[in-house]
T-cell receptor, first 111, second 114 residues
Framework: QKEVEQNSGPLSVPEGAIASLNCTYS??????FFWYRQYSGKSPELIMS????GDKEDGRFTAQLNKASQYVSLLIRDSQPSDSATYLC???????????FGQGTTLQVKP | NAGVMQNPRHLVRRRGQEARLRCSPMKGHSHVYWYRQLPEEGLKFMVYLQKENIIDESGMPKERFSAEFPKEGPSILRIQQVVRGDSAAYFC????????????FGQGTRLTVV
């Protein structure tokens, strides 16, 4: 079982719609959770961090964490073509501080 | 405040040569991660370092690869006797500490072995 799992996609949504990206993790004691965005040929860029159960909103982005279900998600409201990228879920293992990434989900926002 | 700096951005090596990749963390950051990424694939963890200390090297190949983060100067990822399979993008990220801290990436080094 992979430590961090994401559906590779592609996830295709029309412009203006809500894009929902999901991630599960296997280590129950993981303590910190992040979403990064990576455009083709570029380096990952941090979008959101979330540390406690519930929702965290920042502009058009909302991160949701459910530690009991070992599940973290990212919602993108009013999706724009410029949001088309690969979204990487990452977790920190509490014992070592190791930052581990999922395979990423490719999002395509169609005009 | 400068971000994470990696150099060189592009590196071409012949098979059997050595590759040295450098990563200067953000100011105030004392922890560095190294990752390898092949085209259309995810980020594969290699090593996690604190200044003068390797915290986790579980993703490093047993041979030819080494990493260091000295008290002064950048973190170095060293690949000896490179082979074509080492061709990839290598990214480093830095953070101020362990646990609930955000990590920021450099622009990466694209290594091509010919």
């Amino acid at each position: 079982q992979k430590e961090v799992e994401q559906n590779s996609g592609p996830l295709s949504v029309p412009e203006g719609a809500i894009a929902s990206l999901n991630c599960t993790y296997s280590d129950r004691v993981s303590q910190s959770f992040f979403w990064y965005r990576q455009y083709s040929g570029k380096s990952p860029e941090l979008i959101m961090s979330i540390y406690s159960n519930g929702d965290k909103e920042d502009g058009r982005f909302t991160a949701q964490l459910n530690k009991a279900s070992q599940y973290v998600s990212l919602l993108i409201r009013d999706s724009q073509p410029s949001d088309s990228a690969t979204y990487l879920c990452a977790v920190i293992r509490v014992n070592t501080g190791k930052l581990i990434f999922g395979q990423g989900t490719t999002l395509q926002v169609k005009p | 405040n400068a971000g994470v700096m990696q150099n060189p951005r592009h590196l071409v090596r012949r098979r059997g040569q050595e590759a040295r990749l450098r990563c200067s963390p953000m100011k105030g950051h004392s922890h560095v991660y190294w990752y390898r990424q092949l085209p259309e694939e995810g980020l594969k963890f290699m090593v996690y370092l604190q200044k003068e200390n390797i915290i986790d090297e579980s993703g490093m190949p047993k041979e030819r690869f080494s990493a260091e983060f000295p008290k002064e100067g950048p973190s170095i990822l060293r690949i000896q006797q490179v082979v074509r399979g080492d061709s990839a993008a290598y990214f480093c990220a830095s953070s101020p500490g362990r646990g609930q801290t955000e990590a920021f990436f450099g622009q990466g080094t694209r290594l091509t072995v010919v």
